[in-house]
Protein backbone atom coordinates (compact mmCIF):
# COMPACT_ATOMS: atom_id res chain seq x y z
CA UNK A 1 0.00 0.00 0.00
CA UNK A 2 0.93 3.37 -0.05
CA UNK A 3 0.25 6.65 1.74
CA UNK A 4 -0.35 10.36 1.42
CA UNK A 5 1.39 12.61 4.02
CA UNK A 6 0.56 16.09 3.99
CA UNK A 7 2.85 18.61 5.63
CA UNK A 8 2.03 20.85 7.87
CA UNK A 9 -1.05 19.26 9.75
CA UNK A 10 -1.81 22.54 11.10
CA UNK A 11 -1.12 26.34 9.73
CA UNK A 12 -1.69 29.43 11.07
CA UNK A 13 -0.62 32.47 9.14
CA UNK A 14 -1.72 36.63 9.50
CA UNK A 15 -3.80 38.16 6.97
CA UNK A 16 -1.53 38.90 3.58
CA UNK A 17 0.41 36.18 4.14
CA UNK A 18 2.00 33.89 1.35
CA UNK A 19 1.72 30.26 3.11
CA UNK A 20 2.92 27.10 1.46
CA UNK A 21 1.22 23.44 2.08
CA UNK A 22 3.10 20.51 0.87
CA UNK A 23 1.73 17.18 -0.13
CA UNK A 24 3.90 13.60 -1.20
CA UNK A 25 2.85 10.50 -2.39
CA UNK A 26 4.33 7.19 -2.43
CA UNK A 27 1.63 5.50 -4.76
CA UNK A 28 3.47 6.48 -8.21
CA UNK A 29 0.22 7.79 -9.29
CA UNK A 30 0.05 10.20 -12.09
CA UNK A 31 -2.65 12.80 -11.23
CA UNK A 32 -2.45 14.59 -7.93
CA UNK A 33 -5.01 17.12 -6.41
CA UNK A 34 -5.84 19.88 -4.29
CA UNK A 35 -9.03 20.28 -2.75
CA UNK A 36 -10.60 23.01 -0.49
CA UNK A 37 -13.17 21.63 1.67
CA UNK A 38 -15.39 24.13 3.80
CA UNK A 39 -18.42 22.76 5.90
CA UNK A 40 -21.58 22.34 4.33
CA UNK A 41 -20.04 22.81 0.92
CA UNK A 42 -18.60 19.56 0.15
CA UNK A 43 -15.09 19.31 -1.64
CA UNK A 44 -14.16 21.94 -4.46
CA UNK A 45 -10.98 21.50 -6.93
CA UNK A 46 -8.32 24.01 -6.69
CA UNK A 47 -5.57 22.55 -8.65
CA UNK A 48 -4.53 19.28 -10.40
CA UNK A 49 -1.73 18.02 -11.92
CA UNK A 50 -1.75 14.94 -14.40
CA UNK A 51 2.16 14.67 -14.38
CA UNK A 52 5.34 16.03 -13.63
CA UNK A 53 5.43 19.49 -14.57
CA UNK A 54 1.89 20.15 -15.34
CA UNK A 55 -0.61 22.29 -13.86
CA UNK A 56 -4.20 22.53 -14.70
CA UNK A 57 -6.99 25.04 -12.83
CA UNK A 58 -9.90 23.69 -10.86
CA UNK A 59 -12.86 25.71 -10.14
CA UNK A 60 -11.37 28.09 -7.29
CA UNK A 61 -7.66 28.06 -8.55
CA UNK A 62 -7.68 32.36 -8.04
CA UNK A 63 -5.73 33.09 -4.79
CA UNK A 64 -3.81 29.75 -5.00
CA UNK A 65 -0.75 29.42 -7.22
CA UNK A 66 0.61 25.49 -6.94
CA UNK A 67 4.26 23.66 -7.93
CA UNK A 68 4.31 19.78 -8.68
CA UNK A 69 8.33 19.64 -9.82
CA UNK A 70 8.74 15.85 -9.07
CA UNK A 71 6.02 13.20 -9.47
CA UNK A 72 5.53 12.26 -5.99
CA UNK A 73 5.04 15.92 -4.42
CA UNK A 74 2.51 18.22 -5.34
CA UNK A 75 2.41 22.05 -3.27
CA UNK A 76 -0.03 24.49 -2.88
CA UNK A 77 0.93 28.47 -2.00
CA UNK A 78 -1.85 30.51 -1.10
CA UNK A 79 -0.58 33.99 -2.48
CA UNK A 80 -2.13 36.18 0.18
CA UNK A 81 -4.20 34.55 2.60
CA UNK A 82 -7.79 35.47 3.86
CA UNK A 83 -9.92 35.08 6.67
CA UNK A 84 -12.55 33.88 4.54
CA UNK A 85 -9.73 30.97 3.55
CA UNK A 86 -9.77 29.15 6.67
CA UNK A 87 -10.49 25.79 5.74
CA UNK A 88 -9.24 22.25 5.57
CA UNK A 89 -7.21 21.58 2.09
CA UNK A 90 -6.91 18.20 1.24
CA UNK A 91 -4.09 16.12 -0.96
CA UNK A 92 -5.50 13.22 -3.33
CA UNK A 93 -3.76 11.20 -6.22
CA UNK A 94 -5.17 8.73 -8.52
CA UNK A 95 -4.21 6.80 -11.47
CA UNK A 96 -5.24 8.77 -14.36
CA UNK A 97 -8.36 8.05 -15.85
CA UNK A 98 -10.35 5.91 -12.97
CA UNK A 99 -11.64 8.46 -11.03
CA UNK A 100 -11.07 6.98 -7.81
CA UNK A 101 -8.94 9.26 -5.14
CA UNK A 102 -6.73 8.44 -2.69
CA UNK A 103 -6.52 11.45 0.39
CA UNK A 104 -4.42 12.98 2.63
CA UNK A 105 -5.37 13.63 6.16
CA UNK A 106 -5.76 17.27 5.60
CA UNK A 107 -4.61 20.55 6.63
CA UNK A 108 -5.68 22.84 8.44
CA UNK A 109 -5.57 26.61 7.28
CA UNK A 110 -6.50 29.38 9.81
CA UNK A 111 -5.96 33.03 9.35
CA UNK A 112 -5.70 35.20 11.74
CA UNK B 1 -23.87 20.43 -16.03
CA UNK B 2 -22.87 17.34 -13.68
CA UNK B 3 -23.72 17.68 -10.18
CA UNK B 4 -24.57 15.08 -7.23
CA UNK B 5 -27.30 15.84 -4.46
CA UNK B 6 -27.16 14.87 -1.25
CA UNK B 7 -30.31 15.86 0.14
CA UNK B 8 -29.49 14.49 3.90
CA UNK B 9 -27.19 17.13 5.44
CA UNK B 10 -27.38 15.16 8.62
CA UNK B 11 -28.91 11.89 8.97
CA UNK B 12 -28.98 10.60 12.85
CA UNK B 13 -29.38 6.55 13.86
CA UNK B 14 -29.17 4.51 17.00
CA UNK B 15 -26.68 1.61 16.67
CA UNK B 16 -27.70 -1.31 15.32
CA UNK B 17 -30.08 0.25 12.91
CA UNK B 18 -30.28 0.32 9.47
CA UNK B 19 -28.85 3.30 7.29
CA UNK B 20 -29.70 4.63 3.92
CA UNK B 21 -28.17 7.64 2.60
CA UNK B 22 -29.19 9.29 -0.84
CA UNK B 23 -27.43 10.22 -3.58
CA UNK B 24 -28.80 11.90 -6.86
CA UNK B 25 -26.47 12.72 -9.97
CA UNK B 26 -26.97 14.32 -13.07
CA UNK B 27 -25.14 13.56 -15.78
CA UNK B 28 -26.32 12.49 -19.32
CA UNK B 29 -23.30 9.77 -20.00
CA UNK B 30 -22.31 6.54 -18.74
CA UNK B 31 -21.41 7.79 -14.87
CA UNK B 32 -18.43 6.08 -12.48
CA UNK B 33 -20.29 6.57 -8.64
CA UNK B 34 -18.45 6.18 -5.59
CA UNK B 35 -19.29 6.99 -1.80
CA UNK B 36 -16.12 8.03 0.20
CA UNK B 37 -16.14 8.22 4.12
CA UNK B 38 -14.46 11.01 6.18
CA UNK B 39 -13.87 9.98 9.67
CA UNK B 40 -13.17 12.94 12.28
CA UNK B 41 -9.82 14.32 11.84
CA UNK B 42 -8.81 12.27 8.42
CA UNK B 43 -8.71 12.39 5.03
CA UNK B 44 -11.47 10.48 2.72
CA UNK B 45 -11.38 7.02 2.40
CA UNK B 46 -13.04 4.72 -0.29
CA UNK B 47 -16.64 3.03 0.54
CA UNK B 48 -17.15 1.59 -2.64
CA UNK B 49 -17.56 2.30 -6.75
CA UNK B 50 -19.80 1.22 -9.37
CA UNK B 51 -18.14 1.32 -12.98
CA UNK B 52 -20.45 -1.31 -14.42
CA UNK B 53 -22.81 -4.54 -14.50
CA UNK B 54 -24.21 -5.74 -11.79
CA UNK B 55 -26.20 -2.37 -9.73
CA UNK B 56 -25.85 -3.11 -6.68
CA UNK B 57 -21.81 -2.90 -5.11
CA UNK B 58 -20.73 -4.25 -2.10
CA UNK B 59 -17.93 -2.27 0.06
CA UNK B 60 -16.28 -2.36 3.00
CA UNK B 61 -17.51 -2.77 6.64
CA UNK B 62 -20.74 -4.28 5.20
CA UNK B 63 -22.28 -0.78 3.24
CA UNK B 64 -23.54 -1.14 -0.09
CA UNK B 65 -24.75 1.18 -2.55
CA UNK B 66 -27.37 0.51 -5.60
CA UNK B 67 -26.85 2.60 -8.46
CA UNK B 68 -29.94 3.06 -10.73
CA UNK B 69 -30.10 4.76 -14.13
CA UNK B 70 -34.06 5.24 -14.21
CA UNK B 71 -33.91 7.50 -11.40
CA UNK B 72 -30.83 8.65 -11.76
CA UNK B 73 -29.84 7.75 -8.17
CA UNK B 74 -26.79 5.44 -6.02
CA UNK B 75 -28.12 5.44 -2.52
CA UNK B 76 -26.28 3.66 0.03
CA UNK B 77 -27.55 1.33 2.67
CA UNK B 78 -26.15 -0.57 5.36
CA UNK B 79 -28.40 -3.18 7.66
CA UNK B 80 -26.97 -2.86 11.42
CA UNK B 81 -24.72 0.29 12.14
CA UNK B 82 -22.02 0.64 14.44
CA UNK B 83 -20.94 3.65 16.56
CA UNK B 84 -17.96 3.94 14.90
CA UNK B 85 -19.64 4.22 11.24
CA UNK B 86 -20.44 8.23 12.84
CA UNK B 87 -18.70 9.93 9.96
CA UNK B 88 -19.04 12.17 6.39
CA UNK B 89 -20.13 10.24 3.77
CA UNK B 90 -19.50 11.81 0.42
CA UNK B 91 -21.11 10.64 -3.03
CA UNK B 92 -19.12 11.39 -6.00
CA UNK B 93 -19.25 11.54 -9.44
CA UNK B 94 -16.59 10.71 -11.91
CA UNK B 95 -16.80 11.78 -15.93
CA UNK B 96 -14.86 12.30 -18.60
CA UNK B 97 -15.15 15.32 -21.30
CA UNK B 98 -12.75 17.15 -23.34
CA UNK B 99 -10.71 18.62 -20.31
CA UNK B 100 -10.16 15.07 -19.19
CA UNK B 101 -11.23 13.17 -15.97
CA UNK B 102 -13.59 15.64 -13.65
CA UNK B 103 -14.94 14.62 -9.97
CA UNK B 104 -17.83 16.40 -8.60
CA UNK B 105 -18.98 15.93 -5.08
CA UNK B 106 -21.88 15.96 -2.99
CA UNK B 107 -22.10 18.39 0.20
CA UNK B 108 -21.33 15.06 2.22
CA UNK B 109 -24.21 13.75 4.78
CA UNK B 110 -22.70 13.85 8.72
CA UNK B 111 -24.00 10.81 10.22
CA UNK B 112 -24.09 10.31 13.53
CA UNK B 113 -25.06 6.87 15.68
CA UNK B 114 -26.37 6.87 19.14
CA UNK B 115 -25.45 4.52 21.54
Known amino acids: GGIITQTPKFLIGQEGQKLTLKCQQNFNHDTMYWYRQDSGKGLRLIYYSITENDLQKGDLSEGYDASREKKSSFSLTVTSAQKNEMAVFLCASSILGTGQLYFGEGSKLTVL | AQSVTQPDARVTVSEGASLQLRCKYS??????LFWYVQYPRQGLQLLLK??????VVQGVNGFEAEFSKSNSSFHLRKASVHWSDSAVYFCVLSFTNSAGNKLTFGIGTRVLVRP
Open chain 2, 27 to 32: YSGTPY
Open chain 2, 50 to 55: YYSGDP
